[in-house]
């Protein structure tokens, strides 16, 4: 049985991975639009300077480069967090990457605060 209050760095999968964050309080699944970042909990978005990534995890693909992930572990201005899947290498999402390119504060932590 897996340790419940397993360390982020003991994950190795995007779903587990993404299990923990939800549990530690990284419950909305953010998304890019035009408009900024979307938070579907509360119907508001974000610009770049109204969020902190507090970490972020990459994942590769081992037999197939489309597999190839980052985990970004968000929190807003106003309290709200969650998570933001993207692609990376060939299969960024632009709009997400030009997003994350403006966001000034972008943390790498051991484990998520």
């Known amino acids: 049985m897996q340790n419940q209050k ?13 299990e923990t964050a939800f549990n530690k309080g990284y419950t909305d699944n953010f998304r890019v639009e035009e408009d900024g970042l979307f938070a579907p909990a509360t ?8 969020v902190k990534i507090d970490n972020f995890y990459r994942f ?3 037999s197939n480069p489309e ?9 807003t201005h106003d309290g709200v967090k ?3 899947i993207d692609g990376y290498g060939a299969n960024t999402d632009d709009l997400i990457g030009e997003f994350i390119k403006d966001v000034e504060e972008i943390q790498k932590a051991e484990s998520v605060k």
């Open 6 to 18: 397993a360390s982020f760095e003991n994950m190795n999968t995007l779903s587990s991975l993404t």
């Open 60 to 62: 590769e693909g081992a």
């Open 43 to 50: 119907g508001i978005h974000y610009l770049p300077n109204e």
């Open 82 to 84: 969650g998570t933001l």
């Open 67 to 75: 597999d190839n992930a980052i985990l970004y572990c968000i929190e």
